[in-house]
């Protein structure tokens, strides 16, 4: 009886332990990897004409992956300096890093490639190859975009260590930055900075919305734009990495001060990473680094049969396109942050309405995320053609319903997470 009292008294100590540590908030874990991933010189230039190659290299372009582990849940997220990845690639990307061996539960799922959208990157669509008789894609460069992007995702998650986290918030470009269509515009610069345990910087994530396009048509070199300026002045000032997460830049989102050329360009990124860092000296710290990750197929219609065409004859490539087309959207939180995606450039209303589904804390909005499917805009730009550049928006869109089907998926989702939030 005696030994049996002890046995108890021992399971129940252990009963207690066990509760404890279980009702321990989890320590989020992140890792970074990067890499370049400049084309070949004489590859084609997406953005603007057809028939531009690149002849040399003014900045390199970079493949920059985070892994996010929260002890239970993990997730990738991955910037691209490029003008925006389809979604067939994305699908290559997940079967390739699904093939790797991780040592945290890892699902292929769980990645969100989000691109910046430079206009002096590689044609990875194919809308800007010689001409409409063939597409500007390379195969042998799309094969080692998909392999290095997984292998980047497999070694940030080699590199997880202990986070903190902060945020903070600007508004930004008054300047330089205009809706041209004469709308509204989100202004707002969000950073969210993981910190290690000495206080140091491992990676900030900046969401902000402007066509990185000062470099388009007018040089022939590799570039991310101002992108280029605002890396360097980031990591001149913080160490570590940082990514770019391009915002909504549908309906026209541009830089209203091209005349400056190269340097414009820097100083204008210089001054995007000045502005992020001066948020992130009135920093609030996040009470939750709890990962929540919800995804959506959604079928486009395709009302414009331009996108149908590209499809049949091979410009858009290994991309079925009917009547609809196949996408996807994602929406998923850090603690008290939230994201979700937008798969192509899609007007500010949007990015507003779909930060109105979001509950307080740091929101971000990716553009040209899972997918890039040219214009998401107001349904008015097809019911009215005076409006301003009504006629080039609305050939370079799917059709008059994506938006509202897109915000449909989103609020959707944006109750999923609420929920899932509430069970955990």
């Known amino acids: 009886m005696k030994n049996l009292g002890i046995i108890l008294l021992f399971t129940l100590l252990g009963l207690?332990?066990?509760?404890?540590?279980?009702?321990?908030?989890?320590?989020?874990?992140?890792?970074?990897?990067?890499?370049?991933?400049?084309?070949?010189?004489?590859?084609?230039?997406?953005?603007?004409?057809?028939?531009?190659?690149?002849?040399?290299?003014?900045?390199?372009?970079?493949?920059?992956?985070?892994?996010?582990?929260?002890?239970?849940?993990?997730?990738?997220?991955?910037?691209?300096?490029?003008?925006?990845?389809?979604?067939?690639?994305?699908?290559?990307?997940?079967?390739?890093?699904?093939?790797?061996?991780?040592?945290?539960?890892?699902?292929?799922?769980?990645?969100?490639?989000s691109s910046t959208h430079t206009h002096s990157g590689p044609d990875v669509v194919g809308l800007w190859g010689k001409d409409f008789s063939q597409t500007g894609v390379d195969s042998v460069y799309m094969d080692f975009l998909v392999k290095t992007v997984a292998e980047q995702i497999h070694k940030a998650s080699k590199n997880l260590q202990e986070s903190s986290i902060r945020y903070g918030q600007n508004e930004f470009g008054e300047e330089w930055v205009a809706n041209i269509c004469h709308e509204e515009i989100d202004r707002s610069v969000t950073v969210l900075q993981f910190l290690d345990n000495n206080q140091n910087n491992i990676v900030t994530l900046t969401n902000f919305a402007c066509h990185p396009t000062y470099m388009d048509a007018v040089f022939s070199e590799i570039s991310a734009d101002y992108l280029a300026g605002f890396y360097r002045e980031m990591e001149k000032k913080w160490g570590g990495e940082h990514l770019f997460l391009q915002g909504a830049i549908g309906g026209w989102i541009q830089p209203i001060d091209k005349e400056g050329g190269y340097q414009k360009a820097i100083q204008r990124g210089t001054e995007l990473a000045l502005s992020a860092t001066a948020s992130l000296m009135e920093a609030k710290t996040l009470s939750s680094s709890k990962i929540n990750f919800s995804k959506q197929t959604v079928f486009f219609p395709v009302m414009n049969e331009a996108w149908q065409q590209l499809s049949a004859?091979?410009?858009?490539?290994?991309?079925?396109?009917?009547?609809?087309?196949?996408?996807?959207?994602?929406?998923?939180?850090?603690?008290?942050?939230?994201?979700?995606?937008?798969?192509?450039?899609?007007?500010?209303?949007?990015?507003?309405?779909?930060?109105?589904?979001?509950?307080?804390?740091?929101?971000?909005?990716?553009?040209?995320?899972?997918?890039?499917?040219?214009?998401?805009?107001?349904?008015?730009?097809?019911?009215?053609?005076?409006?301003?550049?009504?006629?080039?928006?609305?050939?370079?869109?799917?059709?008059?319903?994506?938006?509202?089907?897109?915000?449909?998926?989103?609020?959707?989702?944006?109750?999923?997470?609420?929920?899932?939030?509430?069970?955990?």
């Not at 490539?317 to 450039?345: L, N």
């Open 16 to 113: 207690g332990c066990s509760n404890k540590i279980s009702n321990t908030p989890l320590q989020l874990h992140i890792g970074v990897s990067k890499t370049v991933i400049n084309p070949p010189i004489g590859s084609f230039i997406a953005g603007d004409k057809q028939n531009r190659r690149f002849i040399g290299v003014l900045d390199s372009l970079y493949a920059k992956a985070v892994v996010f582990y929260d002890g239970e849940n993990s997730m990738a997220l991955v910037t691209l300096d490029c003008i925006g990845l389809l979604y067939q690639d994305l699908q290559k990307i997940r079967k390739k890093t699904s093939e790797l061996k991780f040592d945290i539960p890892f699902s292929s799922d769980n990645i969100v490639i």
């Open 313 to 424: 004859g091979g410009i858009i490539v290994d991309r079925e396109v009917t009547d609809v087309i196949e996408s996807e959207v994602v929406w998923f939180s850090i603690g008290e942050a939230t994201f979700a995606s937008h798969p192509g450039e899609t007007a500010p209303v949007y990015s507003l309405n779909t930060k109105d589904l979001m509950p307080n804390g740091p929101k971000f909005i990716l553009g040209l995320s899972q997918d890039a499917l040219g214009y998401i805009i107001k349904p008015a730009y097809f019911d009215n053609p005076e409006l301003p550049h009504a006629a080039y928006l609305t050939r370079m869109s799917l059709g008059k319903q994506t938006g509202e089907e897109l915000m449909k998926s989103l609020t959707e989702l944006s109750k999923e997470n609420t929920k899932e939030k509430i069970r955990n």
